[in-house]
């Protein structure tokens, strides 16, 4: 039953607004939802004259896009957890935080390597601002994400 609710509670997570999922093709609906909200959102507070526009919109897809990669692996994560959730084995516990401790790092890499190429095309504070949205909106989903995985149990 707490592996069920779980699974379910990952899946409502990973698609945001679509319910009951089955498939890749509505998870990849409900991050395309979720993207379109997400650069409304950035469209709205980062105020762009014509010129800057153009680089940074393309430059901004293609960071989302590497960004969706670890979103997935990410998603990955938290059904290996879900599908070991009543009996996680010693051994997959600790794979399990070491895998999430690595996808951390990469996307803290991914965020320094595009830091580069956003200061290329905004200004100091055109970059800082964009930057306090970016970390907001991820905020957000990762506390959506989280707040779905029940504490591991402990077995006495």
């Known amino acids: 039953m707490k592996k069920s609710l779980l699974l379910c509670g990952?899946?409502?997570?990973?698609?945001?607004?679509?319910?009951?999922?089955?498939?890749?093709?509505?998870?990849e609906l409900a991050h395309e939802v979720e993207?379109?909200?997400?650069r409304a959102t950035v469209a709205a507070n980062l105020p762009l004259h014509d010129s800057e526009?153009?680089?940074?919109w393309g430059l901004y897809l293609e960071y989302r896009a590497a960004d969706k990669e670890m979103d997935d692996?990410?998603?990955?994560?938290?059904?290996r957890?879900?599908?070991?959730?009543?009996?996680?084995?010693?051994?997959?516990?600790?794979r399990l935080v070491t895998d999430?401790?690595?996808?951390?790092?990469?996307?803290?890499?991914?965020?320094?390597?595009y830091l580069e190429k956003f200061a290329r095309v905004l200004s100091g504070q055109q970059l800082f601002r964009y930057y306090q949205i970016e970390t907001k909106l991820d905020?957000?989903?990762r506390h959506e994400w989280t707040s779905i995985i029940p504490l591991m149990p402990v077995s006495e």
């Open 10 to 27: 990952v899946v409502v997570a990973l698609l945001s607004s679509v319910s009951s999922a089955q498939s890749q093709a509505e998870y």
């Open 35 to 38: 993207e379109n909200e997400r």
């Open 53 to 56: 526009a153009e680089a940074f």
């Open 73 to 79: 692996q990410r998603a990955d994560l938290m059904l």
């Open 81 to 94: 957890f879900a599908d070991s959730y009543e009996d996680l084995a010693e051994d997959e516990g600790t």
């Open 100 to 113: 999430a401790l690595k996808l951390e790092e990469q996307r803290q890499l991914l965020k320094k390597r």
């Open 139 to 141: 905020a957000k989903k």
